[in-house]
């Protein structure tokens, strides 16, 4: 059991069933009246955000939620398959369940599968990958000014912003948690 005196940021705590993880916390002490806990948390399998205010000393249970490090196989009808690096089993994740780091899985990807009650509740991928532009709008000559960008559709189908010498073929950099582009990759 934890209590708001335990809390910290990244803290997993379960509220009304729900694992919730701490993302930002307050504990404050008016002059006049009991001191509180003002805290910011984030449903781990919904992705929404709740503000909430807890009493001093308020207890919490300890949510039952594990990880595995898995590898990216491929996608079928049944969904996003990985296979656990130590125990060679396959299971299939449902996109809903990925969330948008479906636009950031490429074979043989290296992630973490976080699991809630022994049920994939998320995918944790890189923090950048390198993808391939497929499709995007010719890059002219001279065209070399900072921060000028045209759209460009990866090879998982996300699409990126990327500066205007990127061309169809070309291989990039992208940040994960923000989706940026961040260089060309030279192979």
Do not use: C, W
């Not at 503000?51 to 000393?57: L, N």
């Not at 130590?86 to 636009?103: C, F, L, P, R, W």
């Amino acid at each position: 059991m934890y209590s708001t005196a335990d809390f910290k940021k990244n803290l997993k705590i379960l509220i009304d069933n729900d694992p919730y993880v701490v993302v930002d916390f307050q504990h404050v002490k008016p002059g006049k009246g009991n001191q509180f806990t003002r805290t910011k948390l984030k449903n781990m399998i919904t992705g929404s955000n709740l503000e909430r205010t807890f009493k001093s000393g308020e207890k919490f249970a300890v949510p039952d939620v594990r990880t595995r490090d898995m590898s990216f196989l491929y996608k079928d009808e049944s969904g996003y398959n990985f296979m656990d690096k130590e125990t060679y089993e396959q299971m299939s994740i449902a996109g809903d369940d990925i969330g948008e780091n479906v636009n950031y899985l490429l074979e043989n990807l290296d992630v973490t599968v976080l699991f809630f009650n022994n049920k994939p509740i998320g995918v944790d991928v890189p923090n950048a990958v390198n993808l391939t532009v497929v499709e995007t709008d010719p890059g002219f000559k001279g065209n070399t000014v900072t921060n000028v960008f045209k759209p460009a559709k990866m090879q998982t189908g996300a699409v990126i912003q990327v500066p205007l010498h990127i061309n169809e073929g070309d291989v990039v950099r992208v940040d994960t948690r923000t989706g940026d582009y961040v260089s060309r990759v030279n192979e």
